[in-house]
């Protein structure tokens, strides 16, 4: 079932490319933006992540802070954080979990890989609620961040 806006985010604890273990209530109080997307070092999600690093101030000035999530694995997520210079968190899902219950899940994705992110975008206000859900049917889509930012914006 798909999360909409109001609904209560789900909970989650992962590990992140650092070894560490990064929970969605560790941010409370504060706007998380959630971005599940499909494999390190593809060129789209490369793109996303590193126009996210760019505008890594914004999100700051906004008081969001950026997870993103993948089901890599936390020792490519860790290259691929090094290789792009990305400035937030990179979390694996590598169990599966966390992008089946925000819905952010393809069963069968390209190549015959099976369980892999869906691209998605969430926002989740300081009380754990979700106030923008995204989750896109192709890959080769990008989020509409313009809308996500003005919902940043009328949170603050």
């Not at 979700?130 to 930012?149: C, H, M, R, T, W």
């Amino acid at each position: 079932m798909a999360l909409k806006i109001g609904d209560k985010a789900p909970a989650f604890k992962l590990f992140s490319s650092e070894k560490e273990e990064v929970s969605l209530g560790d941010f409370s109080g504060k706007n998380v933006v959630i971005l599940f997307f499909p494999q390190a070092f593809t060129s789209v999600c490369t793109t996303e992540l590193c126009s996210v690093r760019d505008g890594i101030a914004d999100y700051n000035q906004l008081n969001a802070q950026v997870l993103a999530i993948s089901v890599d694995s936390i020792f490519t997520l860790g290259r691929f954080k090094e290789d792009q210079g990305l400035n937030f968190p990179l979390l694996s899902d590598f169990n599966k979990e966390v992008s089946k219950a925000y819905g952010a899940f393809y069963d069968e994705f390209v190549f015959g890989m099976l369980g892999v992110s869906r691209r998605a975008a969430f926002v989740v206000d300081g009380t754990g609620h979700i106030q923008y859900a995204e989750v896109l049917e192709s890959a080769g889509d990008l989020p509409d961040f313009k809308a996500l930012n003005e919902v940043l914006a009328g949170l603050n």
